[in-house]
T-cell receptor, first 115, second 113 residues
């Protein structure tokens, strides 16, 4: 069975500092990995995904994530945090199966960026 | 505008009173899913559908029903709601393919008394 771990319930960072939100996964075969963000009272918005190719993936709002196969990780990063980045972040994984493949989410990490 | 819509956005009901949460997408997506979000548990899939008249159980299907009579609509039915179904519910849709991005609706917050 596939799974995702987000080891931090909350990450605090000062505006202007770099941020990292951690994600590790477990899946059979090569994974398809996603990051979503949820702002208060809103649905989930897609940030970026890794399917194949370059291990560094760039996404929306200046976010990027690095796929590390040996460490089974897909950490989300941003060089300079903004107060408006404060939100709940979800990592998700899908197995490379034919037909339908369930998208499994982590429990989420709350990012708080202080002014 | 490409979107997934859900109705109602907020609902308070009582135990045992049947309810339906509607979900509609205008992107002609084949795949649709329902999730529930609970604090500390993340999102868990309830049901999914690969196309019209094709549905299957996700991780937490007990107490829920779905139907997919039209491509754009995927309603979630709670025949006899219970307090443990109090949650935030999300509908999502995507094109077929494991690498495709899912698009989420705004969510329905349900309180069962």
């Amino acid at each position: 069975a596939q799974s995702v771990a987000q080891p931090e319930d909350q990450v605090n960072v000062a505006e202007g500092n770099p941020l990292t939100v951690k994600c590790t996964y477990s899946v059979s075969g090569n994974p398809y990995l996603f990051w979503y963000v949820q702002y208060p009272n809103r649905g989930l918005q897609f940030l970026l995904k890794y399917i194949t190719g370059d291990n560094l993936v760039k996404g929306s709002y200046g976010f990027e994530a690095e796929f590390n196969k040996s460490q089974t990780s897909f950490h989300l990063k941003k060089p300079s945090a903004l107060v408006s980045d404060s939100a709940l972040y979800f990592c998700a994984v899908r197995a490379p199966l034919t037909g339908y493949s369930t998208l499994t989410f982590g429990k989420g990490t709350m990012l708080l960026v202080s002014p | 505008e490409a979107q997934v819509t859900q109705n109602p956005r907020y609902l308070i009901t009582v135990t045992g009173k049947k309810l339906t949460v509607t979900c509609s997408q205008n992107m002609n997506h084949e795949y649709m899913s329902w999730y529930r979000q609970d604090p500390g548990l993340g999102l868990r899939q309830i049901y999914y559908s690969m196309n019209v008249e094709v549905t299957d159980k996700g991780d937490v299907p007990e107490g829920y029903k779905v139907s997919r009579k039209e491509k754009r609509n995927f309603p979630l039915i709670l025949e006899s709601p219970s307090p443990n179904q109090t949650s935030l519910y999300f509908c999502a849709s995507s094109p077929p393919g494991v690498g495709e991005t899912q698009y989420f609706g705004p969510g329905t917050r349900l309180l069962v008394l």
